[in-house]
Structures are given as structure tokens and as C-alpha cells.
């Protein structure tokens, strides 16, 4: 199943709908990270929302995915994650490691232009002289 990848100005959303089986959740990634690529969006949102279930080899997918997409450039915020989801994460020791989280997806998009404003910001200051700023 493939999996809808838009592009909001310089920002990449992902929405999961379905329960992804091992085979999709790779085509994922390699189809999120060839548009991060491709787009060169600064920024990606994957919203989880309609995932009932995360197991060990989604949430290390999801890790993978985000550290690729960090290494192209690109900011990482994943949403929408249910409480049982998380639940049975925090039990299984699993942690989304160097993925910022967000409750939904309004709150995920505010938390990757944040983030996206910051690290602009930073890069302006640096540009400019003043690396303190």
C-alpha cells in the first residue's frame, strides 16, 4: 500500500492511515526519504493517528526514517501517536529516539515550523556574525 507523501511549502506530510505490514513500512521509508531528496523540504511531519498498532520493527523503521530524512537536512516530527501505542512502546523499552513528538497534527505542524523558524533563525545569526544570537 502505498502510502501518500504531500508537499506543504517546504514541508513533507505523511499520513498513515492503515496498519502497515514490515514490506510497506520499508516502501515507506524509501519513498519518504527519495522526496526528501527530490523536494528538498526542510521539514517532515508523519502523522500515525490511525495506527492502532507499533510494534518493534515500525518503531525502529520510524527511527531509521527520521535519522535519514535528519541526515538529508530535514527536521523529523511524528503525531498523533495513540496512548496504547505509546503504552506498549514504554513496555517493550522502545523510545523514538531524535524524533520530536506531537500530540496531533495541528500540534505537529506547529512544532516543525517552530523548529524549522528556530533552526533558520540560528542559521541567520551565524550567517550574519553574531553566533550567540
Known amino acids: 500500500m502505498r502510502i501518500p507523501i504531500l ?7 505523511a499520513s498513515i492511515q492503515v496498519d502497515l505490514t514490515d514490506q510497506d513500512a520499508m516502501v515507506f521509508q524509501r519513498n519518504l526519504v527519495e522526496e ?31 535519522s535519514m530524512a535528519r541526515l538529508q537536512g530535514a527536521q523529523v516530527v511524528v503525531c498523533g501517536m495513540q496512548p496504547c501505542v ?31 523558524a528556530s533552526r533558520d533563525g540560528a542559521r541567520s545569526s551565524v550567517k550574519e556574525g553574531n553566533p550567540h544570537e
Open 86 to 116: 505509546a503504552l506498549t512502546l514504554t513496555e517493550m523499552g522502545r523510545e523514538l529516539i531524535g524524533v520530536e513528538a506531537a500530540l496531533n497534527l495541528e500540534q505537529g505542524m506547529d512544532k516543525i515550523e517552530a523548529l524549522l
Open 7 to 13: 508537499k506543504l511549502r517546504n514541508i513533507l506530510l
Open 36 to 66: 526528501v531528496s527530490n523536494t528538498e523540504c526542510t521539514g517532515v511531519v508523519i502523522d500515525i493517528t490511525a495506527m492502532d498498532m507499533v510494534d518493534s520493527f515500525l518503531a525502529r523503521m520510524i527511527n531509521e526514517t527520521a
